[in-house]
């Protein structure tokens, strides 16, 4: 054991065996701030990590989208490595945390579709799981409508204060669009792609629809005054497959 440095816990399919520690995963993981590899292994002990000889180099490979994690809890700090779908846990004493906070918004959501929600969490959040690659800053458009500079950038519309609505976009074209179930059909996402429109220029609809993007698709061209929100809300057939074991995603 390193003096002072944070042990190995426990990953996140052992932490979320049962509710209480599934809110623990969600608690900590919306609270989370990115940090720096460097400072990953200057404050963390990987030994209960790493295979005999492996290097943190050698562990992260398999993953170009690896990250490492912080979160300041009122009793100590928490940190973790995403890798592959899951989140790794170090801790002071090496136990697994307990650190709770109520759920928002954005957790409920992802609960209920975990894939097209990610779409309305900050840049580089850790439950998106890498799935966007590294984001940039986020640019403030209007008072209700910011965007997240990136390859593939995406737009998030606001009311009262929270985000009820994302669009991302790859190569001019609607990669995923998603409502809060709370706040569909009330021309959420048409508004969206709108003013998204004002600020990018046109952005295509893709030739891979689900029912409910070609839905989506058929009330914007006719423009509805009052056109349904998808109910699964990602309008590009899923390109993506991830490990049914990695919770994360």
Known sequence: MTDNKLQYALSC????????????????VAKAERIQFDEFSEVCDLSGLLEDGETLDDYI?????????????????????????????????G?????????????????IDNGAARVLLKPNDARIGGAYGYEGEVVEIDYDLDMVMADCPRFRLYRDGEVVAG??????????IYVANDM???????????????????????ESLSDDGKAFRASFEHESDE????????TRARRHTYDDEGPSL
Do not use: C, K
């Open 13 to 28: 399919n052992r932490l979320r065996v049962n509710d209480e520690g599934d809110q623990v995963w969600h608690s900590l």
């Open 167 to 176: 669009l991302r976009i790859e190569d001019g074209v609607i990669d995923q």
């Open 227 to 234: 056109p349904d929100e998808p109910e699964v809300t990602s």
């Open 95 to 111: 136990l697994p945390p307990t650190f709770v906070e109520p759920l928002d918004r954005l957790a409920h959501e992802l609960m």
């Open 184 to 206: 569909r059909r009330q021309g959420l996402a048409t508004e969206l792609l709108n003013r998204a429109q004002e600020v990018y220029g046109h952005i295509e609809h893709s």
């Open 61 to 93: 490979a398999v993953d170009e989208w690896a990250g490492a994690y912080r979160v300041e809890t009122d009793a100590e700090p928490v940190v973790f490595m995403q890798r592959a779908g899951f989140e790794f846990f170090f801790t002071h004493d």
